[in-house]
């Protein structure tokens, strides 16, 4: 049973950076491509970064790049989402996902999701 648990989420001034975790266990994580995405409430989810599982080739938004940097630990199952120079406008539930094999920033192209972590970017 596929089951991501995302975490690091919470207040920061605007600037500042966190990192998220989502921690991946009941398959084979090195098949996988994992993807952040974020909802803001009244819009849809976006994707803003992937990472292939096994070779480590990443995808990010144009919204995030250069501030976003996504990361993997194969020994822990576990991808990072390091976010600096955050802005108002990242403030979202981040929630992260996977798919078979190949990147995605679509939403519709993955099927097993975590619960999200709430990002709240104000000063």
């Known amino acids: 049973q596929v089951q991501l648990v995302e975490s690091g989420g919470g207040l920061v001034q605007p600037g500042g950076s966190l990192r998220l975790s989502c921690a991946a266990s009941?398959?084979?994580?090195?098949?996988?491509?994992i993807g952040w995405f974020r909802q803001a409430p009244g819009k849809e989810r976006e994707g803003v970064s992937c990472?292939?599982?096994?070779?480590?080739?990443?995808h990010y938004a144009d919204s995030v790049k250069g501030r976003f940097a996504i990361s993997r630990y194969n020994a822990k199952n576990t991808v990072y989402l390091q976010m600096d120079s955050l802005k108002p406008e990242d403030t979202a539930v981040y929630y992260c996902?996977?798919?078979?094999?190949?990147?995605?920033?679509?939403?519709?192209?993955?099927?097993?999701w975590g619960q999200g972590t709430q990002v709240t970017v104000s000063s």
């Open positions: 990472i292939s599982m096994s070779d480590g080739s990443t």
């Open positions: 009941g398959f084979t994580t090195s098949n996988y491509a």
């Open positions: 996902a996977a798919r078979y094999f190949v990147c995605s920033l679509r939403r519709t192209d993955f099927g097993s």
